[in-house]
T-cell receptor, first 113, second 111 residues
C-alpha cells in the first residue's frame, strides 16, 4: 500500500478563496482523521470519521471549515472562505479497526495570503 | 479537560549523550499513550504504544516507559539521525481513536 495520500502537497491561495484538501486513506482502514499543525498550537484534531460517518467535529474551528467522507477511500476538508490565520500544515491520518497506530499522510502546507 | 504537556520544548545533545524526554498527562481515563517521531516536512511516524503503568517498550536506541502521570522517552547514545521532533499523544476512554497530542520536543543531536 502507498500509505495515506494527501493532495496537494502545497497550496497557496488568496484570502477569501475556497480551498479543498484531499485525502485517500489506507485501504481497509475504517477511521480517518484530519489534523492541523502550527508552531503555536501543535497538532490539533479537527474531525474524525468512523466508517465514513463523522464522529467528533468539535475541533473544527468555525463554520468556514467542513469535511466530508463520501466513501471509504476518499475524504475532503474544505475551507470557504479562507483567511490568513488558516495557514498551517493539514494532516490526514487513518487507522484500522484496532487502535495500534495511526498512519499519517505527508501533509498539505496551506498558505493563505 | 484532557491535557498533554511535553518537556523540554527543545533539546540539544552531543552524539552519544543519553537523555530523556518527558510527557505528562492529565486525562479522565487513559486508554493508551503513543509516541511518534516527526521529521521536517513529513507526517508523524509511529514509534510505541503503552497501555498500563509500569509498561516499557524498546526500539533500537529508544525506550518508552509509562507511569500513572507521565511517560518518558529515553534515548541512549543518540546519533545525528535521531534528530527529529518527538510527539506524545493520549487516547482517552470514552473517546475511542481520538488522539490528543502534546506540542512535541525538538531533538537535535550533534556529531
Amino acid at each position: 500500500d502507498a500509505g495515506v495520500i494527501q493532495s496537494p502537497r502545497h497550496e497557496v491561495t488568496e484570502m477569501g478563496q475556497e480551498v479543498t484538501l484531499r485525502c485517500k486513506p489506507i485501504s481497509g482502514h475504517n477511521s480517518l482523521f484530519w489534523y492541523r499543525q502550527t508552531m503555536m498550537r501543535g497538532l490539533e484534531l479537527l474531525i474524525y470519521f468512523n466508517n465514513n460517518v463523522p464522529i467528533d467535529d468539535s475541533g473544527m474551528p468555525e463554520d468556514r471549515f467542513s469535511a466530508k467522507m463520501p466513501n471509504a477511500s476518499f475524504s475532503t476538508l474544505k475551507i470557504q472562505p479562507s483567511e490568513p490565520r488558516d495557514s498551517a500544515v493539514y494532516f490526514c491520518a487513518s487507522i484500522d479497526r484496532v487502535m495500534t497506530e495511526a498512519f499519517f499522510g505527508q501533509g498539505t502546507r496551506l498558505t493563505v495570503v | 479537560e484532557d491535557q498533554v504537556t511535553q518537556s523540554p520544548e527543545a533539546l540539544r545533545l552531543q552524539e552519544g549523550e543519553s537523555s530523556s524526554l518527558n510527557c505528562s498527562y492529565t486525562v479522565s481515563g487513559l486508554r493508551g499513550l503513543f509516541w511518534y517521531r516527526q521529521d521536517p516536512g513529513k507526517g508523524p511516524e509511529f514509534l510505541f504504544t503503552l497501555y498500563s503503568a509500569g509498561e516499557e517498550k524498546e526500539k533500537e536506541r529508544l525506550k518508552a516507559t509509562l507511569t500513572k502521570k507521565e511517560s518518558f522517552l529515553h534515548i541512549t547514545a543518540p546519533k545525528p539521525e535521531d534528530s527529529a521532533t518527538y510527539l506524545c499523544a493520549v487516547e482517552v476512554w470514552g473517546a475511542t481513536n481520538k488522539l490528543i497530542f502534546g506540542t512535541g520536543t525538538l531533538l537535535a543531536v550533534q556529531p
